[in-house]
């Protein structure tokens, strides 16, 4: 029976993502056709659309945690550790997608800012180390770097959304580098060795080097 209660409140949080993706006013109806359960049963495990919008956002939440814990550590080099979770973050990313419109305004940007958190501070650790180091700009403080960079992965996934991107992390890598200060052609290498290095390591974000 549990197993079934997993499974179950699995496809109706997939079922969520691409119903509200493709209706950001998509009912609990809707999203129970698109899971193929009754109503019931989506109902059994969010009593209302905003328990449901929660759901989603700490499922991604959970990904984000699995994501920073799985595989070998970082990279001691700044610029390569940033290119590496990019690349490991990007498929989150991607795939709550959804949660940057309809869960921003169900929800508000205060829940969406601290969804990122983990993330922030790992980011903001890794520009630090790399402006010491003389490898990222210091014309802005970090934390304000970091800001930047997180409005420009906003922007990239929506832009993502629409088909424009069709990668699997490098643009973003690569964009994020060039952000922080790196030549383009300079960041391309480093993101190609980002993406080799987790090939190597059977890290879950290797796909994007494929």
Not at 19 to 41: I, K, N, Q, W, Y
Not at 134 to 161: D, I, K, Q, R
Request: no cysteine; net charge negative.
């Amino acid at each position: 029976m549990r197993a079934q209660a997993r499974a179950n409140r699995a496809r109706i949080l997939d079922a969520a993502i691409s119903a509200f993706a493709g209706d950001p006013d998509a009912s609990m109806e809707d999203v129970a056709r698109a899971a193929g359960v009754v109503r019931r049963t989506v109902y059994s495990h969010f009593p209302n659309r905003e328990a449901l919008i929660e759901g989603l956002v700490a499922e991604a939440s959970g990904a984000i945690a699995t994501s920073l814990a799985s595989g070998p550590p970082a990279p001691e080099r700044a610029d390569l550790a940033v290119a590496v979770l990019a690349l490991r973050t990007w498929p989150v990313g991607d795939r709550f997608r959804v949660l940057l419109s309809f869960a921003r305004r169900e929800l508000g940007e205060e829940r969406i800012h601290d969804l990122l958190e983990p993330l922030r501070t790992i980011s903001v650790g890794n520009v630090e180390r790399g402006q010491r180091e003389g490898v990222f700009s210091t014309y802005l403080p970090a934390e304000l770097l970091v800001a930047m960079y997180e409005g420009m992965t906003l922007t990239l996934l929506e832009h993502a959304n629409r088909g424009a991107i069709s990668d699997r992390g490098e643009t973003f890598a690569t964009a994020g580098l060039v952000l922080l200060g790196l030549r383009p052609e300079s960041a391309v290498e480093v993101v190609g060795e980002a993406a080799r290095r987790l090939a190597e390591t059977g890290d879950p974000g290797a796909a994007a080097g494929e």
